[in-house]
């Protein structure tokens, strides 16, 4: 019998350099030392894809050997990134070309320095991409949170990556303990869903399937940002997972509060992963309404449910009378709100959005400790000026 392989994303440090508007993190980082360990990596399953993400993982200086160690157990890996430590990032896929590298960029240069809150940070995220093309890095593109501030860059952006050869990955604005965030909200959604329906008819006039698939997912955002059910089910914690930097492992990045099914410093996988606790996470995923919709729990699902999107592209690929094949008034909700039959009172409460919620940051007691003297940024600055001069 073939070895069931997971979907597995590995949160490397929650230690983060930029200050984004959408996410908190960076006042939230974890201690070095407490930090998931080579050994603990070691006890991962095998694995179909990994996802190696913070924080900002390159702020990790062993990067290199926690990458080393993933590929003896997983098929392909992909490090999200923010694309500051251009000369990190260089000198890793140099040994490791077949890494993919996905870099988030939010808009053209003013609006992504403006949310990302790096000094030059398009720059810098823009020629560390243009690099590792000309280094003939295969499986390298942008990554995109789409929002308000943002939604009139979506198609500016990916055909710059279109043209640079790249993938182009987008995410709409989420609410959790991994953001640190709970206020997050989209407010103009008709011209946000418009921005969408945009990239959706790009997409699926390219000559590529993989990028209809990808429409499939952007139309799935337009649904998400109108607060409605998730096109496909949820399936995180049967055969995807996430493991935070302290080895607790959990079903995904979305819930309000950390769920932690084990932890990898202190059991075996096995243990960990048909332990009562895990079920218990289990249960309350099938119950789970917070609907997100994460390229990290949507593409396992797409695999898993392909007839749902194959049959979407199909539908769509067939209107060959028009140019324009994606309307976003296919949904039922974008048409409600059009016509008034829904307010957007009723669309944001649908949303995860709670401006009095008490953000759980899902860090250790021991990590929080810090902040009593310092501020996260203060913290993570220190950190990085310490690396510099070693
Ligand atoms: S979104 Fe990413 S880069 Fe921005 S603060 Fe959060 S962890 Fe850092
Ligand atoms: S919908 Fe899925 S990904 Fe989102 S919080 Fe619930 S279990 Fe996690």
């Given amino acids: 019998m073939t070895e ?78 923010n694309g500051f430590f251009t000369d990190r990032i260089v000198d890793l896929c140099r040994e490791f ?13 003013e609006t992504n320095n403006e949310i990302r809150g790096l000094p030059d940070g398009y720059k810098r995220g823009y020629e560390t991409l243009k690099t590792l093309v000309e280094m003939g890095m295969k499986d390298v593109g942008f990554g995109m949170t789409v929002q308000d501030r943002n939604a009139r860059d979506l198609v500016p952006l990916y055909r710059i990556s279109d043209e640079m050869g790249m993938e182009f990955a987008t995410a709409a604005l989420h609410n959790s303990f ?40 952007n139309h799935g955002l337009i649904n998400y940002i109108y607060g409605q059910k998730r096109l496909l089910p949820c399936d995180m914690s049967f055969d995807t997972f996430f493991i935070d930097p302290y080895g607790d492992v959990m079903p995904c990045n979305g819930t309000k509060d950390k769920e932690v099914m084990g932890n990898l410093n202190t059991q075996t996988w096995d243990e960990l992963w048909n332990s009562q606790a895990a079920e218990a996470v289990r249960l309350k995923v099938r119950c789970c309404d917070r609907q997100c919709w994460m390229i990290g729990s949507v593409s396992p699902a797409m695999h898993k449910y392909i007839w749902v999107p194959a049959w979407w592209v199909i539908r769509h690929k067939a209107k060959f009378w028009t140019k324009k094949k994606y309307s976003m008034y296919e949904n039922r909700v974008v048409r409600d709100y059009r016509d008034g039959k829904i307010s957007r009172e009723e669309l944001d409460a649908c949303s995860t959005c709670d401006i009095c919620e008490v953000v759980n940051d899902g860090l250790s007691e021991r990590s929080r400790e810090l902040l009593k003297e310092k501020s996260g940024e203060e913290i993570v600055n220190a950190d990085i000026a310490g690396q510099m001069v070693r």
């Fill in 4 to 81: 069931k392989k997971l979907n597995g994303t590995v949160i490397v440090t929650y230690r983060c350099n930029a200050r984004c508007t959408m996410c908190n993190r960076y006042k939230a980082p974890s201690r070095p030392e407490e930090e998931i360990s080579i050994e603990t990596i070691r006890k991962l399953p095998k694995m179909y894809f990994t996802n190696i993400t913070g924080g900002e993982p390159f702020i990790r200086t062993d990067l290199k050997e926690v990458v080393r160690e993933l590929f003896r157990k997983s098929d392909r890996i992909v490090i999200s990134t």
């Fill in 97 to 109: 070309p077949d890494v993919g590298i996905r870099i988030s960029i939010e808009g053209l240069e």
């Fill in 178 to 217: 991994y953001f640190v965030e709970a206020g997050n909200i989209i407010h103009d959604r008709p011209m946000v869903a418009q921005n969408f329906e945009n990239l959706v008819n790009e997409l699926l006039a390219s000559k590529s399937p993989k990028k209809w698939f990808r429409a499939y997912f």
